[in-house]
T-cell receptor
Framework: KQEVTQIPAALSVPEGENLVLNCSFT??????LQWFRQDPGKGLTSLLL?????REQTSGRLNASLDKSSGRSTLYIAASQPGDSATYLC??????????????FGQGTILTVHP | GAGVSQSPSNKVTEKGKDVELRCDPI?????LYWYRQSLGQGLEFLIY????????KSGLPSDRFSAERTGGSVSTLTIQRTQQEDSAVYLC????????????FGPGTRLTVL
């Protein structure tokens, strides 16, 4: 059974800092790894999707990397801003078997960027 | 274009009552998903539809939960004889082709069972 863990559970940084959020997964048989953002009382917004054959994806100030063999992904946020404050979730899409494509989510990292 | 919409946004019900939650996916998206988000449990997969059929119902917590999708569009999640442990935010998502696409989430329905 796939398990996804995110560290740290919460992070508070001053504006302008570069930061890294970590995600680990127990079953390396994944099709892709996705990072989402969730604002309070809102649904999830997809940030980046990394296919299993890829090493990283970039969008603006965000860069996500994937090391499938070690079961790890990181989300790097450059020059953080107060508007980046949210909960960040990673999710692994299982490859094969009866759970094909099913997303397994981590518990999330609550990020606060203060001015 | 319009995103995924869900109704109602909030629902308060008494224990033992039935509730229906509705999801309108993005037009043209063939895949639709239901998730539940509760304190201490994180985000749990409930059920996935490809068109009108549900290849994966593995996440439904009990036989009190059922879901249907009609016309390859709107989906309804029904919870019968609600229990307090059903209190959670129920999220719906859709994707263009299938399980391996980016999923687009709705704002959720917050269900409170008294």
């Amino acid at each position: 059974k796939q398990e996804v863990t995110q560290i740290p559970a919460a992070l508070s940084v001053p504006e302008g800092e570069n930061l890294v959020l970590n995600c680990s997964f127990t079953d390396s048989a994944i099709y892709n790894l996705q990072w989402f953002r969730q604002d309070p009382g809102k649904g999830l917004t997809s940030l980046l999707l990394i296919q299993s054959s890829q090493r990283e994806q970039t969008s603006g100030r965000l860069n996500a990397s994937l090391d499938k063999s070690s079961g790890r992904s990181t989300l790097y946020i450059a020059a953080s801003q107060p508007g980046d404050s949210a909960t960040y979730l990673c999710a692994a899409a299982n490859a094969g078997g009866t759970s094909y494509g099913k997303l397994t989510f981590g518990q999330g990292t609550i990020l606060t960027v203060h001015p | 274009g319009a995103g995924v919409s869900q109704s109602p946004s909030n629902k308060v019900t008494e224990k033992g009552k039935d509730v229906e939650l509705r999801c309108d996916p993005i037009s043209g998206h063939t895949a639709l998903y239901w998730y539940r988000q509760s304190l201490g449990q994180g985000l749990e997969f409930l059920i996935y539809f490809q068109g009108n059929s549900a290849p994966d119902k593995s996440g439904l917590p009990s036989d009190r939960f059922s879901a249907e999708r009609t016309g390859g569009s709107v989906s309804t999640l029904t919870i019968q004889r609600t229990q307090q442990e059903d209190s959670a935010v129920y999220l719906c998502a859709s994707s263009p082709r299938g399980v391996l696409d980016t999923q687009y989430f709705g704002p959720g329905t917050r269900l409170t069972v008294l």
